[in-house]
């Protein structure tokens, strides 16, 4: 998955500095979604690259380089979730935006299913 917002995982929690609560608060949003039909497991924490987002297939409005968070992830079951599900599933959940993020939103959710300023996209890897 690619997404122009800012879900940095870092570990922190009530009693911390507000940005990286607000960060991990994304990062959880990501995972909850995700877990809404499995249980996703990772090794690696989201990776941040600096890419033009349109040429990941992120919004056609995005044309210049920007920082994007890359965020692989497994699933237990062949099958069990797939492109589509994900799209509908993460369409207009909300997130905390003025983060880390080079892009300024319109509104403040992953956007899924509006090719001009899509703010998250998924790809399978079927390894």
Do not use: C, H
């Not at 009530?14 to 994304?26: E, T, Y």
């Not at 062949?78 to 880390?100: G, K, M, R, S």
């Not at 001009?116 to 996209?121: A, D, G, H, T």
């Amino acid at each position: 998955m690619y997404t122009l917002v800012d879900i940095t995982e870092t570990g922190a929690r009530k009693g911390d500095q507000p940005k990286p609560i607000r960060q991990q608060q994304n990062f959880l949003t990501v995972l909850q979604t995700i877990g809404l039909r499995v249980n996703p497991a990772y090794t690696e924490s989201p990776q941040l690259i600096e890419d033009t987002p349109s040429k990941l297939g992120l919004g056609k409005k995005y044309s210049k380089k920007q920082s994007i968070w890359k965020f692989a992830f497994d699933i237990e079951y062949e099958d069990a979730l797939d492109i589509n599900t994900l799209i509908n599933d993460f369409d207009l959940i909300p997130v905390i935006t003025d983060l880390d993020e080079t892009v300024d939103f319109e509104n403040a959710a992953f956007i899924t299913r509006n090719p001009s300023v899509n703010n998250i996209v998924f790809e399978l890897d079927d390894k």
